[in-house]
């Protein structure tokens, strides 16, 4: 299901014929994005956005939309870089369009909002669970937009966009979504939602910023990864890699690996949530496990050598 078309008024004034005409260019494109623009001249009221120029009808025009509370963007040789709400001149229809479709999102009308969740109440989690397949799930709420692709099992993400500030939004049913096959997103999304991270990623920072949202396993389920997690070294806390490696290297219980690793067990429990919910754990892992295999070589120097390092017993608390 497709989002609703959201419907903007647009006003203008200062721009000069360049400007003017990159603006309509760039309104036109925000109907991919299902925003419906119409521009006019500034009249002093009925806008959702002002867009002004450097002459000097633009000052005048600019003091009075502030006095009514209306979104602008300024276009001027006055601006060194462009930031929220402002581009210098000679911005390109790209730089416009990427600065309407934010600015718009966040001051659309209460009756556009109310459409768009009463359509489409969905939240992130429901999307992960239960993802578009063969494409990608285009989500958004207000400013905020990314994808899920469940082919790559990945989200792609806006530059600035990390995962501890996607995590606070995680359950709210204000997300629209749309699903889009692979052409489609790499044509209209792919250079706004250019940056990859792995479920793997966003499932262990639910457990670190958001446990409450992931499923706890049952008291003495035995977990094992399939392999390291894919993630980066901001992800997680610096005391969640000697479990991670211990559970890389055989099966654990939550108990014996937090009294091995010295950590408080709703911690070793919000690791083993994150690791049965990113896939990381196979299901056979949730049986009655088989007696345990003896670790190679390799790994039980390397993890006695981590264990006197830390001055830890991990032989006391074998799953």
């Known amino acids: 299901m497709n989002a609703p078309i959201r419907h ?25 994005e299902r925003m419906d623009v119409t521009l006019h001249p500034w009249n002093g009221q009925d806008a959702d956005l002002l867009v002004v120029g450097g002459d ?30 402002a581009l210098p001149h000679g911005a390109s229809v790209r ?4 600065q309407l479709a934010v600015l718009l999102a ?47 099992r990945s989200v792609a993400l806006p530059p600035g966009l990390s995962l501890a500030e996607l995590v606070p939004l995680l359950d709210d049913q204000a997300w629209s979504s749309t699903p889009l096959d692979a052409a489609t997103f790499q044509h209209q999304y792919g250079y706004l939602l250019p940056r990859r991270r792995s479920f793997e990623a966003l499932y262990f920072s639910i457990a670190r910023h958001r446990p409450s949202l992931l499923d706890r396993p049952a008291a003495g389920t035995p977990v094992r990864l399939q392999h390291w997690p894919d993630l980066e070294h901001s992800d997680v806390p610096a005391e969640w890699l000697l479990p991670i490696a211990q559970l890389h290297a055989r099966r654990w219980t939550s108990s014996s690996l937090a009294a091995a690793c010295r950590l408080p067990h709703d911690t070793v429990q919000s690791i083993f949530s994150a690791a049965i919910a990113s896939g990381l754990v196979p299901h056979q892992e949730n049986t009655v496990p088989s007696p345990p295999r003896s670790a190679g070589l390799r790994d039980s120097r390397f993890l006695g050598w981590v264990a ?5 017993d991990l032989q006391g608390g074998r799953a």
């Open 308 to 312: 006197r390092r830390f001055g830890l």
């Open 95 to 98: 730089d416009i369009n990427q």
């Open 56 to 85: 000097a009808s633009a000052a005048e025009a600019t003091r009075e939309a502030e006095a009514l509370g209306v979104a602008r963007l300024t276009i001027a040789r006055s601006v060194q870089a462009a930031t929220a709400g």
């Open 106 to 152: 966040s001051t659309g009308t209460a009756e556009d909002d109310a459409a768009s969740l009463a359509a489409l109440p969905v939240s992130l989690l429901q999307a992960l669970q239960s993802p578009a397949e063969g494409g990608l799930l285009l989500l958004q709420r207000g400013a905020v937009r990314f994808a899920v692709d469940a082919a790559t």
């Open 8 to 32: 903007f008024k647009v006003a203008v004034a200062g721009l000069d014929l360049l400007h003017a005409t990159r603006l309509k260019l760039a309104c036109s494109l925000l109907l991919a």
